[in-house]
């Protein structure tokens, strides 16, 4: 790529970028949120069309107006956030959008075997005829890879691969992803963390504010080097003081239990308090209770058996909005389903849950005070570093970073006594991490008390007062202290 620029409106999301990518290397794009990666990609692969600037393929210039114009072309893409069909099964998904994919004419037996030979030629594990739906992220993820070699890609571009994805999983990809090098096809990988970029890259090309600022190779740099590249200045090492509280607990469960004969979507005898002032985290591999656990303390569902108390009141009636007015605070695991409104702007999200209150509108809501939320959104994003270019921007069109910023100032300024944060940093570069950490133990100093979800095992030792590990919807034990064993943490997670 040559020269690329992307402008919207005014403001350019990439300028004057050159990125050449070698047969038979991963590459990796690093830069801080907002910095242009995806941009950049979407051009690649035929979704935007550059302001300036010429792609070249093999030497040859080309033209690429849309993604099946780049599927053609031997481009591939697994995006930020998945693009399967999940009422159809794994095969069908496969197939969709490729050669002759309709009709009724379709030689399912060749295709199966065609695409069972590539799933054993790089150990793409995936179970042909089941719903996307029956499958887990990192399942679905490989059938995103299948899918791209399927149509012939030999350039894999690979945005934010792994945020999701376990430890074990993450292995799993590279180990893929080393054999497609191995064969000679080239991969574009984008990823916030620096352990996995160190690992996978052979070169690394940083991105700042839409600019290259260089490319290195992989053995001439390090973690810090590459860190203040990336956001232009130099991150000190950062060490959480554990707090013990003697608090009263904000919130308690006694042997909660909630579709209990599910491994994985279930919770089974949980008992646990979160206290004022302490952050309680959550270990665990994702899918083992953690998503029904956040949803019971923030009024989703209803525990089946055993007992709620909020602040040490007994609770009965299980609705969020309930549990907002009694001063719950959620940072729910998936931001677009659940944590913003993407077609309003990013001030209407940001005063979302205080529409009612006398500070934004007259007669609880019906007539709102535009010029009071939008001096009060652009404080926020001032305070909150939320880039954009206005907040009356709709939030979808931020950054994906960005936008979980947005999600980080509502809830932290609702002055909330508990706050639920589920994964409050995947996806986040490595400066706006820190800051999120930092406005969480400022916010338990001030006597919030904190449940945090997170799969991110460093996160949780480096964040949490107290760590409970949670595996198949049971609490397998609990650790505290200044040197959590980490060891003995790993082993109860996986059961042990
Ligand atoms: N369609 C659009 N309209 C307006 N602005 C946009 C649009 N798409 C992207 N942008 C802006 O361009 C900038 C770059 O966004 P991009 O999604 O490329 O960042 P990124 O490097 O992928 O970040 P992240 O790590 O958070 O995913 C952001 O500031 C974003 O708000
Ligand atoms: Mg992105």
Redesign the pocket.
Known sequence: MEHISKR??D?Y?NRDVDLSVARGEVHTLL??????????MNILIGLYQPTEGKIFLNGKEVRIESPSQAVALGIGMVY?HFMLVEAMTVFENIILGGRNSSGIFIDREARRKEILELSERYGLDVELDKLITEISVGAQQRVEILKALYHGAELLIL??PSAALTDIEVEGLFAIMRKLIGEGKSIIF?S?KMREVLHISDRITI?RA?QVVTTVDRAETDGQALASMMIGRELSGSHYEKRVSKDRPVVRLDRVDYDKASKHNGLNGVSLEVRQGEIVGIAGVDGNGQTQLAQLVTGVIAPQSGAISFDEKHVAVFDPSAFIESGVAHVPEDRNLQGLIGSMSVADNLVLKSTGTSAFSKWRGLLLKKNAIGDYSRKMAQRYDI???SVD?DVR??????QQKVILARELESDPSLLVAAHPTR?L?IGATRFVHDQMIAARDRGVGILLISADFDEILEMSDRILVIFEGQIMGEFSGENPPIEEISLAMTGR
């Open positions: 919207f409106g403001f999301a830069g801080e949120n907002g910095a242009g990666k995806s941009t950049l930020q945005d934010e984008i916030h991105l839409g880039r954009c270019t921007q069109s931020l950054s994906g970073g960005n996806g570069d």
